[in-house]
């Protein structure tokens, strides 16, 4: 499907194909945030905001789109550090919602489907994404 030197796009299927096989909403958010730090980071140091941007530059058509992504992937980077460095379980409502895996979900999916499809090293797709950041 892919060249073995795209251990990045590797690591990212096995995430979401990980996160389709859970039950567990916090199992699943968690390797869904995995899945897109393996796809738009590259230091350990570009954590919550530099994924979010990334990932809204990468997908986002519209800048209302670009934001919604951008809110979407800070909150459940927050959500999947909360569960992990806490070891809290989502219990209230409107912590993070079903809806909104979802939506992480698709932006998972999208991701690895364009990167395919375009078959870029990763350090070029990070280039190209941070040469054109949407702020």
Do not use: C, W
């Amino acid at each position: 499907m892919y060249p073995p030197t795209k251990k990045f796009l590797e690591t990212a299927i096995n995430r979401f194909n990980s996160a389709m096989e859970k039950a567990s909403f916090e199992d699943r958010l968690i390797d869904f945030i995995i899945a897109l730090e393996a796809l738009f980071l590259k230091e350990p140091l570009e954590l919550e905001y530099r994924l979010s941007i990334r990932i809204a530059s990468f997908l986002g058509k519209t800048k209302d789109e670009r934001n919604k992504i951008f809110q979407l992937i800070r909150r459940a980077y927050k959500t999947r550090s909360a569960i992990v460095h806490g070891g809290i379980k989502l219990k209230k409502k409107g912590e993070f919602s079903g809806d909104e895996l979802s939506s992480l979900e698709e932006i998972v999916r999208r991701s690895i489907m364009i990167i395919i499809k375009n078959r870029k090293e990763k350090e070029y797709l990070l280039r190209e994404i941070n040469s054109n950041p949407f702020v």
